[in-house]
């Protein structure tokens, strides 16, 4: 009898160790896996529906200097204040680098070969800022939905655009607040913005636990299932 509790509980102790091996290694590499696993939000996708409110991002300025925290919003300027920024930008144009002024018509063919005309009310990253005249409605259309754009003699397809703004510094319209290490909410001009990178939402840590759990359960049953020997000989004593 003696022999046989001596027994119970060195299985046991040798279960705990199994079961508790394979989940923490399990767990470890999961967790390594995702403290590294981080997204690039692109250019033209900074303002267009991936950068959500409460992400945690790490920005990077034109300047190289780095801006750490929690998104809170990203928002347009008011148009009388980007006005303000663009008009006097276009009186610095060469000629041959000329864009359209605030409230110029616009001639939009989509790439469903779909034409509208629209009033010019600012420009983004991702897209640019139109009026519909009938509805009066103002929203941002993304330039991979544009065939071509056309303004008075002048006409850029949607993919050139975002390139063409970069080059040309082109003020931007859009905003970021974010939440910095102290409390304080900064906001992040969008030509001040080089990169943005955000945590990747992952589950790789409780994925790696499910995993090692398993392995050790599968281990530990098979080692409970095993006939227990009762008639050891041991020899003489």
């Known amino acids: ?21 394979c989940t923490m290694v399990g767990l470890g590499i999961g967790l390594v896996m ?9 250019p033209e996708d900074q303002v267009s529906g991936f950068l959500l409110a409460g992400q945690k991002l790490q920005i990077v ?15 347009a300027l008011p148009q009388e204040i980007y006005g303000k920024t663009y008009n ?16 110029d018509t616009l001639t939009l063919i989509y790439r469903s070969k779909l034409m509208e005309r629209a009033l010019f009310e600012g420009w983004d990253k991702s897209g640019v800022w139109i009026r519909l005249p009938v509805s ?16 008075k003699e002048f006409q850029w397809s949607g993919d050139s655009l975002p390139g063409l703004l970069t080059k040309w510094q082109v003020p931007l319209r859009s905003e970021l607040k974010v939440e910095i290490k102290d409390g304080r909410i900064r906001r992040i001009a969008g030509n001040d913005i080089r990169r943005i990178y955000c945590r990747k939402k992952s589950y790789y840590a409780l994925t790696g636990f499910l995993i090692g759990f398993t392995i050790d359960s ?20």
């Not at 409605?137 to 939905?145: A, D, E, G, I, V």
């Open 34 to 42: 995702q403290k590294n696993e981080t997204l690039e939000i692109k």
């Open 136 to 151: 009066g409605k103002t929203l941002r259309f993304p330039y991979r939905q544009i065939f071509v754009m056309r303004w």
């Open 1 to 21: 009898m003696a022999r046989k509790k001596h027994y119970l509980m060195v299985l046991c102790l040798l279960s705990g160790l199994l079961l508790s091996r």
């Open 88 to 103: 006097r930008f276009l009186s610095k144009q060469l000629a041959e680098n000329r864009l359209p002024a605030l409230n």
């Open 61 to 75: 300025l034109q300047n190289d200097s780095l801006i750490n925290g929690k998104l809170r919003a990203v928002e």
């Open 218 to 237: 599968i281990i530990l049953f098979k080692i409970l299932s095993t006939p227990l020997v009762t008639n050891i000989d041991l020899g003489p004593m």
